[in-house]
């Protein structure tokens, strides 16, 4: 069954999702997330399988979700439309190291770092259950969204 007539016109927030492994960082944008539970708190995010940092969130402990702003295009363009197969991502972008060595965008609305707690293989995607660890709000409010960034063709391989 297609999805398609359901949730055509839907407006998703995105993310980018960066992990560390080793001396390994990648990172990637990410158009499904959400919070699953309050008590205790977590958070599901979900990588596509054909992507670069699907490997490394598959043994990394953390990943950080960060939300940007509507006007971070160029941010989504970098993380969405190069892959890490070519591009060290970070070389193009501020980012500091954060908790337990997860890469960690200066400039965006607001970053969760999550430890975690369960991977599920969820068709073309993986969904990582955080458990959250840290986590920051800063200047700007998030907005950028699926509707403003459809038109990135995907750095990776479908």
């Not at 992507?51 to 970098?78: F, G, K, M, S």
């Not at 707690?117 to 699926?146: K, M, N, W």
């Amino acid at each position: 069954m297609d999805l398609d007539e359901f949730v055509d016109g839907l407006d998703y927030p995105m993310y980018v999702v960066t992990t560390a492994l080793g001396d390994e960082r990648s990172g990637c944008l990410v158009g499904f997330g959400t919070q699953v539970s309050i008590d205790p708190a977590r958070f599901l995010v979900c990588i596509s399988q054909a992507n670069h940092t699907h490997a490394l969130v598959l043994e990394a402990d953390h990943v950080a979700v960060h939300l940007l702003r509507a006007d971070q295009h160029d941010v989504a363009e970098l993380f969405g439309g190069e892959t890490g197969d070519d591009v060290d991502k970070f070389e193009h972008c501020a980012w500091s190291p954060g908790p337990q060595g997860v890469p960690v965008l200066d400039d965006c609305a607001r970053v969760l770092v999550g430890h975690v707690i369960e991977r599920h293989d969820l068709g073309d995607h993986t969904g990582l259950l955080l458990e959250p660890v840290a986590q920051e709000a800063r200047e700007g409010e998030p907005g950028l969204t699926f509707q403003q960034v459809e038109h990135i063709d995907p750095g990776h391989d479908a």
